[in-house]
């Protein structure tokens, strides 16, 4: 590859990884072309984006993006992958349930990612990275709790309704 198009390449990736919150560094290496299929498809269903890099560019193109991805450079050696996505938790998961569906697979394993602005280094990490809330599960958290205090005032009125209609019949039917 000549400079120029080692410069275009490092341009492209650097601007990539900018148009994503959420930055996964994995090794994918070893898996079989099958494999490799089924967990770029799996990627492809939960809209994160899986790719195969040089380390030597991958670096150089974190170093162009403005932000101090310098703890991740010491696990960027071997065969490397990104994995980059909008929703934080999402590629902690696919590497989670892809190692679980096939058992004899060990791969992919987490290198490092770099999470709502916080750096996750070692492939210890990728349980707390599952659990990690998404936006969409925080909002979903919060309207369900504002929801909780209307609904039992809602259904307090209506049982109280129901008792004084209650009240109302017997006495109603005591006159007549």
């Known amino acids: 590859m000549r400079k120029d198009q080692k410069d275009q390449h490092i341009d492209a990736l650097c601007e990539e990884i900018k148009g994503y919150a959420h930055l996964y560094i994995a090794d994918i290496g070893g898996l079989n072309s ?9 990627a492809f269903r939960k809209e994160v984006k899986l790719e195969v890099v040089k380390n030597t560019l991958l ?15 010491q696990v960027i050696k071997g065969e490397t992958a990104i994995m980059l996505s909008h929703t934080n938790n999402a590629p902690a998961k696919l590497i989670k349930e892809f190692r679980a569906s096939d058992k004899t697979v060990q791969k ?12 996750y280094v070692g492939a210890e990490h990728l349980d ?3 659990n990690i809330k998404s936006k969409n599960e925080i909002i979903a958290d919060v309207v369900a709790m504002l929801q909780s205090p209307i609904k039992t005032v809602i259904s307090q009125l209506q049982s109280g ?16």
């Open 34 to 42: 099958v494999q490799t299929s089924k967990l770029r498809a799996a």
């Open 59 to 73: 670096i150089k193109a974190l170093e162009k993006t403005g932000i101090d991805y310098s703890e991740l450079f």
């Open 108 to 119: 992919p394993v987490l290198k490092g990612a770099y999470v709502e602005e916080c750096f």
């Open 128 to 130: 707390a990275l599952v």
């Open 161 to 176: 309704a129901n008792t004084i209609t209650g009240v109302l019949k017997t006495l109603e039917e005591k006159e007549a």
